[in-house]
């Protein structure tokens, strides 16, 4: 452990003397985002000793911004998992109590910012991994828009889902690091030229149609986190949004078209992993298959090999058209559920999460109870839409994260809501 809270795996500072919005600000780096001369692990032993020749994208902005690159942080192997558990390197604790998880993915990030190591952190959330640690945590995540930032250099889960996004104390530091990373870059075909600029930021909540849909008070939501974000909607009303309820009815498909559609991308995406230039060193004398194999256990731990499991089953011949194809006609009724209630409102509001931070290895033995804690999360992956969770008070004792949803590249919006709340 480099630090208290297990946050950081790698405490290599990397400075930089450009001058820019980030000068001399120590930001920390999700270790699924790939930086030139510091390993990348993913959390995993399959990439010890993984040196990357190159930056991710966003990570040659922060340099480019004057930030000082402040280690790469802790988190599920390859982004698996809802508690930072699935770590090969023990999980994270949460500052706030360190009987209890981060979050996940991006714990490590999470409980770096929260601990007051560093003032931001990048994250990637897939399912929702930066929300979900900011919400354990009590700080700001904003999950951006599939496309407004470049997944260059982010090692792939699953592409279709994943976005690289700010973490950070507030809404402000949040905001001025989006406005680094968002923009086009030619070497992700999925990212569109859209720059946030950190000048327009200013609270605005006044006259707001801030949908609240049912589903997200719905069954399996501990009856404290709903107290505590309905007080928070009802703040929102008193700062002068309009509140209305709406109703999502595909949310009931969400998490099995994300967890078929997650381990299908993550079982061709972990394919490449072989042993040969990095990772365990494979037994050359075996036969090719062996060998691989062998590396391959030795590799990757019990979480990942599950999703491989599960998405090459998924994916294979017989079984293709029923699990995959279906999964994609279930996600496309769920953007059109948001695109539909997204019309009649500008945002919408609900928890982050279910639940506040479980205790540590609480969750751990039941993979599909941490699968449903990520109800309110994945929906948003799944609509490919920006979402902020913000520290809204408490429930047992832990921080709540209120969750504010907008429309497709509608950060403007939702951050200066998000600002007008805190
Ligand atoms: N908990 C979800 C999963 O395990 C989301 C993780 C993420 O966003 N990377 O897939």
Not at 339 to 353: E, I, K, N, Y
Request: net charge neutral; with cysteine.
């Amino acid at each position: 452990m480099s630090d208290a809270y297990n946050a950081f795996l790698s405490d290599i500072e990397i400075p930089s003397d450009a001058s820019g919005p980030l000068a001399g600000i120590r930001v920390a780096v999700k270790d699924n985002i790939s930086t030139k001369n510091i390993p990348t692990t993913c959390a995993s032993k399959i990439l010890l000793g993984y040196i990357p020749p190159y930056d991710a994208h966003a990570v040659e902005l922060l340099k480019a911004a004057g930030a000082t690159i402040a280690g790469k942080t802790n988190m599920d192997e390859f982004g698996m998992g809802t508690t930072t558990e699935n770590s090969a390197f023990g999980p994270a604790l949460n500052p706030r109590d360190t009987t209890r998880v981060t979050g996940g993915s991006s714990g490590g990030s999470a409980a770096a910012v929260a601990a007051g190591l560093v003032p931001m952190a990048l994250g990637s959330d897939t399912g929702g991994s930066i929300r979900c640690p900011a919400s354990y945590c009590g700080i700001v995540g904003l999950k951006p828009s599939y496309g407004r930032v470049s997944r260059y250099g982010l090692i792939a889960y699953a592409n279709s889902f994943e976005q690289i996004g700010p973490m950070a104390a507030n809404v402000t530091d949040t905001a001025k690091l989006f406005s680094v990373i968002a923009g086009g870059d030619r070497r992700d075909s999925t990212s569109v030229d859209k720059p946030y600029r950190f000048a327009d930021l200013h609270a605005d909540i006044k006259g707001k149609v801030i949908g609240v849909p049912r589903e997200y008070f719905g069954e399996g939501v501990d009856a404290d986190v709903a107290k505590t974000v309905e007080t928070s909607i009802g703040r929102l009303e008193e700062l002068g949004a309009v509140i209305r309820e709406v109703s999502l009815p595909s949310m009931q498909y969400a998490l099995a078209a994300y967890y078929v559609t997650c381990t299908c991308e993550a079982s061709s995406n972990l394919d490449r992993f072989d042993g040969v230039r990095y990772g365990p060193e494979p037994e050359m004398n075996l036969p090719w298959h062996d060998a691989y194999t062998k590396v391959r256990e030795a590799g990757f731990g019990p979480e990942v090999r599950r999703r491989i499991l599960l998405g090459t089953f998924a994916l294979s011949a017989g079984y293709y058209g029923k699990y995959y194809v279906k999964a994609q006609h279930a996600k496309q009724l769920i953007r059109r559920d948001f695109q539909r209630v997204l019309t009649g409102c500008d945002l919408l509001a609900g928890p982050t999460m279910p639940n506040v931070a479980p205790k540590l290895g609480e969750m751990t033995a039941d993979p599909l109870r941490m699968y449903q804690t990520d109800i309110l999360t994945v929906p948003v992956n799944i609509a490919g839409i920006p979402a902020v969770s913000l520290p809204c008070g408490t429930a047992h004792g832990m921080p709540v994260g209120l969750q504010l949803m907008g429309r497709m590249f509608g950060e403007e919006a939702l951050l200066n809501a998000a600002l007008a709340f805190e």
